[in-house]
C-alpha cells in the first residue's frame, strides 16, 4: 500500500461549484497533514494544513481530517478558473514526509 | 513572502559542464531539505533528502556521484548537477523543513535546459 494515496483521474468542475479531493494514508502514527497546489510549469504551494480531527475552513478551502478512517479532504468551494491546478496531499509523520502523486483539477467557466 | 530562496530560476548550460543549484531557507531554519526532479506533466519525484551536518539520503536510481547535495548549513542546501546531459534537462526543485509540525515549503524551482 502506497503511503500517501489521491485519486489519480483528472476532475472537471463548473465554474461555482464544490470541488471534492480525497487523500488516504497509511501510517496511522502520521500528525500533520497539508495540501499542496500546484500550477503548471510552477512549484508547489503549500495552501492548507491540518493536525486535528474535524474540519479546517480558510477562505474558500475547507480541509477535513478523519484520522480514524486515515483520510483527509480538500473541498474548494465556489471553484474558479484560478483553482485549475493540480493538488498535492502530504502527510507527514515519524519524521517522514510523503506525497501523493496529485490530483488534477479543471474548473470549467 | 517567499519562506525558501532558490537560484537561479533557469539555467541553460551545455552538455558536459555542471551546475550549481542553491536553496536557501529564509526565516527559519531547515533541518531536512528536500531535492525533488519534475519532467513536464509527470509528478514529483523525490531525488534526495539531506539533513544539515550530514550526507544526504539519495532514492533509488538517482545517482549520487552526479548528483552532489551539500547541506552545510540550517539555512543552505546546494544541488551540483555534474556532467549533465540534455537528459538532466528538467525542472528541478528545493524544499526545506523545520521541526516539530512545521510545513514543507518549497523553492520556486529551477529550469535547467541541458544543450
Known amino acids: 500500500q502506497k503511503e500517501v494515496e489521491q485519486n489519480s483521474g483528472p476532475l472537471s468542475v463548473p465554474e461555482g461549484a464544490i470541488a471534492s479531493l480525497n487523500c488516504t494514508y497509511s501510517?496511522?502514527?502520521?500528525?500533520?497533514f497539508f495540501w499542496y497546489r500546484q500550477y503548471s510549469g510552477k512549484s508547489p504551494e503549500l495552501i492548507m494544513f491540518?493536525?486535528?480531527?474535524g474540519d479546517k475552513e480558510d477562505g474558500r478551502f475547507t480541509a477535513q481530517l478523519n484520522k480514524a478512517s486515515q483520510y483527509v479532504s480538500l473541498l474548494i468551494r465556489d471553484s474558479q478558473p484560478s483553482d485549475s491546478a493540480t493538488y498535492l496531499c502530504a502527510v507527514r509523520g515519524n519524521n517522514r514526509l510523503a506525497f501523493g502523486k496529485g490530483n488534477q483539477v479543471v474548473v470549467i467557466p | 513572502g517567499a519562506v525558501v530562496s532558490q537560484h537561479p530560476s533557469r539555467v541553460i548550460c551545455k552538455s558536459g559542464t555542471s551546475v550549481k543549484i542553491e536553496c536557501r531557507s529564509l526565516?527559519?531554519?531547515?533541518?531536512?531539505m528536500f531535492w525533488y526532479r519534475q519532467f513536464p506533466k509527470q509528478s514529483l519525484m523525490l531525488m534526495a533528502t539531506?539533513?544539515?551536518?550530514?550526507?544526504?539520503?539519495?532514492e533509488q536510481g538517482v545517482e549520487k556521484d552526479k548528483f552532489l547535495i551539500n547541506h552545510a548549513s540550517l539555512t543552505l542546501s546546494t544541488l551540483t548537477v555534474t556532467s549533465a546531459h540534455p537528459e538532466d534537462s528538467s525542472f528541478y526543485i528545493c524544499?526545506?523543513?523545520?521541526?516539530?509540525?512545521?510545513?514543507?515549503?518549497f523553492g520556486n524551482g529551477t529550469r535547467l535546459t541541458v544543450t
Open positions: 526565516d527559519f531554519q531547515a533541518t531536512t
Open positions: 501510517d496511522r502514527g502520521s500528525q500533520s
Open positions: 524544499s526545506a523543513i523545520g521541526t516539530g509540525r512545521s510545513p514543507l515549503h
Open positions: 491540518i493536525y486535528s480531527n
Open positions: 539531506s539533513n544539515e551536518g550530514s550526507k544526504a539520503t539519495y
